[in-house]
């Protein structure tokens, strides 16, 4: 069966950086795209980018370029999304997620809490 | 990018009562390619990560009860839960995957009234 397990909760300070990982298991890693989703407390999901895990080509949400780097290891099936210059609005639950066009595997959350 | 814009915001429905959340789109949700719409809703439950309910509009997912189902095309589209029932208690939204960026609408919190 298709999983995707994440990385557990980080606590960081501002202006530190975050890498969670996704590592997945069931299915072909390189055949399907893996987006990046994050909800922050009391607010809606927001999506921020995606990865090709065979060629590895990107794409991110505007707001997040230059600040968020997806990459993957094919040889463990695993995507990471690190995202630097944090910021207590980086207070949030990110996700990854598998697309086949639509998102109907996801990771279980991992929560990043941005505080001095 | 593509808006998602989703009403209402929260609602109360009763238990066994008709939910009926809309969402529309700044412009065609029709892939070009494939001429399907590319449209996706999704339960929120807190602690939870998004389950897909509804995908291409209107197919309901494997194991999603019937009591929801999807309509709608172009840029209108809605989400009904027919005969709302307690676990039903959620954020539901709506999605395209037309275009990257892949947007949601912002939410619309269903509760018992």
């Known amino acids: 069966q298709v999983q995707l397990v994440q990385s557990g909760a980080e606590v960081k300070k501002p202006g530190a950086s975050v890498k969670v990982s996704c590592r997945t298991s069931g299915y072909t890693f390189t055949g399907n795209y893996i987006h990046w989703v994050r909800q922050a407390p009391g607010q809606g999901l927001e999506w921020m980018g995606c990865i090709e895990p065979k060629s590895g080509d990107t794409y991110y949400a505007q707001r997040f370029r230059g600040r968020v780097a997806l990459t993957r290891d094919t040889s463990i099936n695993t995507a990471y999304m690190d995202l630097s210059g944090l910021t207590s609005d980086d207070t949030a639950t990110y996700y990854c997620a598998r697309e086949q066009w639509f998102f109907r595997y996801w990771g279980q959350g991992s929560l990043v809490i941005v505080s001095s | 990018d593509i808006v998602m814009t989703q009403s209402p915001d929260s609602l109360a429905v009763s238990l066994g009562e008709r939910a009926t959340i809309n969402c529309k789109s700044s412009?065609?949700?029709?892939?070009?390619?494939?001429?399907?719409?590319?449209l996706a809703w999704y339960q929120k439950k807190p602690g939870q990560p998004p389950k897909l309910l509804i995908y291409?509009?209107?197919t309901r997912e494997s194991g999603v009860p019937v009591r929801f189902s999807g309509g709608g095309s172009e840029t209108d589209f809605t989400l009904t839960i027919s005969g709302l029932e307690a676990e039903d208690v959620a954020v539901y939204y709506c999605?395209?995957?037309?275009?990257?960026?892949?947007?949601f609408g912002q939410g619309t919190r269903v509760e018992i009234k």
């Open positions: 999605q395209q995957y037309c275009a990257v960026p892949r947007t």
């Open positions: 291409g509009a209107s």
């Open positions: 412009q065609s949700v029709v892939n070009s390619y494939t001429s399907k719409t590319h």
